[in-house]
């Protein structure tokens, strides 16, 4: 009978082993995500405290602000870490990111406020939000190749939801958890003065995987049969974005930016819009991001087990037609709801989330099948987080362009239209790539005319 730790390289790691690495990357992002995760989870607290603003929509505004700069800095951190990745191994990497994700979350937790220290405290705060994108463009580097390079063909597309997606909405339902333990502790106004310090503070366990990784997990086997272990050949960044791989490039890109865009405006959005825009008591908003990020793990799961038998492109295709309309009729269903229709509000977020984090659970393994082992970690990595740098731009944008906080479910639907069509047209413009994960020389590979069969990749 088949197993999803077994695996057709040369070297292949033991089950146990195979069971490791799957489980670093998928806690690895989740717990990464966590940290990340948190700032929307405190968006109120932190505007008053460290963004203090003449009006509701401008602090909430600064806070994205910040949330973006972090996210912009995730290529750089991407294209850094990736590059030790491919020729260092993906497990090393991995231990030193992720350690570094965790200590400057919880440093956030430190930072002075405005009323004591004035613009220091932003400015701290900022600063620290840079080094985490740092950290968190590596962490995408190491857990978006470890895991599907240790295991089976069979299973890559099950790993790639589980790992993107499925690590998402696990990262958001520990923030929830913790939002909700936090908040019982620190009811009310202590939460404002106090409880979102703590908050921070437990980005320290994600900090402590790393020593999870460090004892348990082994080198990913394809890595190493690939001829780069133990080499310190440099490929140049170039090679990702210039000659023949332009377009793939591009494409990759925009594939990401699409589904990070529908992730952001949604679940992304969704503790803002339950806190601010349809406010909702705290109890129940945590239960309802609670819940719909176990959603998330249902959705990314089956949407890339789906790819594994109709292939990544359709999948893609399907679900990104499908959301065109769905996503903004729910978010505009969410909104006429109305604070006191909780039970119906928490139905509709959980929809929310499952239709837009489908979305993305193939786009990971999509993008490992269009680079060779030597770029993979880069290719991947910096594809990944440029895209969804773009698409975590998006609610800082609703925001601005949102003049009260009525106006912001209107400005979220044009949005969502937008992102979905991004990425149907890229989805579109991209070959069927299963299968090629295993074929060394992939990037070399001529693109084929008809796109809907198996291919190495267009490179």
């Known amino acids: 009978m088949s197993s999803p730790f077994t695996t057709p390289v040369s070297k292949s790691p033991s089950a146990r082993s195979a069971r490791a690495a799957a489980f670093a990357s998928v806690a690895g992002w989740s717990f990464d995500l966590f940290d990340l995760f948190l700032l929307l989870y405190v968006a109120g607290p932190v505007g008053k405290m460290i963004f203090p603003a003449t009006s509701p929509t401008l602090s909430i505004a600064a806070v994205f602000g910040s949330f973006a700069v972090s996210i912009v800095m995730r290529p750089a951190g991407a294209a850094i870490f990736g590059e030790l990745a491919d020729r260092k191994g993906r497990k090393n990497i991995m231990v030193f990111v992720m350690a570094g994700v965790g200590i400057s979350t919880a440093a956030m ?3 002075p406020t405005y009323a004591a220290i004035g613009a220091a405290s932003p400015i701290i705060f900022l600063a620290l ?15 978006h190749t470890l895991g599907t390079e240790s295991i089976g063909a069979r299973w890559r597309g099950l790993m790639s939801g589980l790992i993107g997606g ?3 909405g696990i990262g958001a339902a520990l923030a929830s958890l913790d939002y909700i333990v936090i908040n019982r502790f620190f009811p009310g106004a202590a939460f404002g003065e106090w409880g979102w310090r703590v908050l921070f503070f437990t980005g320290l366990l994600g900090a402590a995987l790393s020593l999870f990784v460090l004892r348990n997990v082994e080198e990913s086997p394809m890595w190493q049969s690939g001829g780069s272990a133990g080499s310190a050949k440099r490929v140049p960044f170039r090679e990702l ?13 925009a594939v990401a930016a699409g589904a990070g865009a529908q992730y952001y405006l949604t679940s992304g959005f969704m503790p803002t819009l339950l806190g601010e825009v349809v406010p909702v008591e705290p109890a129940a908003r945590g239960a309802i991001l609670l819940a719909s990020s176990l959603i998330v793990v ?6 890339g087990e789906l790819s594994e038998h109709i292939g990544r492109r359709r999948t893609m295709l399907a679900i990104g037609c499908l959301n ?3 996503l903004p009729a729910v978010l505009w269903a969410i909104a006429a709801t109305g604070a006191d229709g909780v039970s119906l509000i928490a139905l509709l977020c959980m929809l929310l989330a499952f239709l837009a984090n489908a979305a993305y659970a193939p786009v990971m393994i999509f993008l490992n099948e269009r680079y060779p082992t030597a770029l993979r970690s880069r290719g991947t990595a910096v594809c990944w987080n440029v895209g969804f740098m773009l698409g975590g731009l998006t609610p800082t944008f609703v925001n601005l362009l949102s003049p009260e906080l009525s106006d912001v479910p209107s400005r979220l639907m044009v949005f969502l239209v937008v992102a979905c069509l991004v990425f149907v047209v890229a989805a579109l413009a991209s070959p069927e790539t299963r299968g090629a ?20 990749a267009d490179g």
Do not use: M
């Not at 840079?130 to 857990?143: D, E, K």
């Open 109 to 111: 937790g430190l930072v």
């Open 129 to 143: 939000r840079i080094i985490q994108g740092l950290f968190v463009g590596g962490v995408t580097a190491t857990t």
């Open 166 to 168: 499925g690590g998402a």
């Open 241 to 253: 974005i210039a000659g023949p791989r332009r377009k793939v490039f591009a494409i990759n890109v």
């Open 298 to 303: 249902i959705a990314a799961v089956a949407a």
């Open 324 to 326: 065109v309309i769905a």
């Open 437 to 456: 994960l295993d074929r060394r020389d992939c990037a070399a590979a001529p693109v084929p005319t008809d796109r809907t069969t198996t291919v190495e």
